[in-house]
């Protein structure tokens, strides 16, 4: 498929702007929440075999019944706000699906799975990565980075293997289609996942012209509200995000599928994030 070049959108360029603004003043604050993701400060793997982590009270394990912690009479947790010791069960963890419903001191312990593997975060707002965090620049708002494309959905979802920032764990996602747009000469294909860890809509995560340059190397995101039948659709590139593995070592955050490697410089949306010395 071959699209005739786009055209610069007309926009409210004040309105345009502030809504921009908006977005990027919505995500920092989200990254410098003491809960948030700069306060992970290990990521484990359960397996059947109980082990014990330096960060967290208890020896940990994944059984039939759920996630499985044992205490010794010196440790405590607190669950749903009620103290716990000796053995505890955690219901099991479902895809996808994050719990943060343990802690002890000021520290969240944090369970998850991906790619069938259960994952035990603990969550520390003290943590030295929030400390250090300074700022995730971006590129200037600009409406040429509002692109107009042509969305062609697949006839059914297709289960799709997407690699993660973390060895050894590997996404499933439904593939929903492509978006084919031309931009600088090049045309371009964008496979298109369901959801994400927000829910709603679809995403794609890509790499370009600016990875390992300006921008994060392995991978940013775009979101869309895809028409269901398929037809044209706008991506707009000034949204283009970070994803948590951007930041740190203990997410295992979607990487950009071959397809989604993409030769032209995408100028727009996040850069690399800033961390002081």
């Known amino acids: 498929m071959t699209l005739t070049e786009p055209t610069t959108p007309v926009v409210d360029r004040p309105e345009f702007e502030a809504a921009w603004y908006a977005w990027r003043a919505q995500n920092e604050e989200r990254r410098r929440d003491a809960y948030g993701f700069l306060s992970y400060a290990a990521v484990y ?28 009479d010196e440790e405590r947790l607190t669950v749903d706000e009620d103290p716990v010791h000796g053995r505890f069960v955690f219901a099991p963890v479902a895809e996808r699906e994050f719990r943060r419903d343990a802690r002890f001191d000021e520290v969240v312990v944090e369970l998850s799975k991906r790619g069938g593997i259960t994952l035990l975060r603990p969550i520390d707002p003290a943590h030295g990565l929030r400390e250090s965090y300074v700022e995730t620049p971006a590129f200037a708002p600009d409406p040429r980075w509002i692109v107009r494309g ?12 997407i690699d993660a920032a973390i060895d050894g764990i590997t996404h499933q996602h439904d593939a929903l289609g492509e978006v084919v747009f031309d931009l600088d000469g090049t045309t371009n294909r964008l496979l298109f996942l369901a959801g994400g860890a927000a829910g709603g809509g679809a995403f794609a995560v890509f790499t370009d012209g600016t990875s390992g340059v300006s921008t994060y190397r392995a991978s940013r995101r775009i979101a869309a509200e895809l028409p269901a039948e398929g037809g044209p659709i706008e991506l707009d590139f000034n949204r283009t995000g970070n994803l948590q593995c951007a930041y740190t070592n203990y997410s295992p955050c979607p990487l950009a599928p071959a397809q989604n490697r993409l030769v032209v410089a995408i100028e727009a949306g996040e850069k690399t994030p800033v961390f002081a010395d």
């Open 150 to 161: 042509e969305y062609v959905p697949f006839e059914a979802p297709r289960d799709t293997a």
């Open 45 to 72: 793997k359960l397996g059947e075999t109980a082990q014990r982590f330096a960060e967290v009270p208890g020896a940990w394990s994944v059984s039939d019944e759920g996630v499985v912690v044992e205490l010794s």
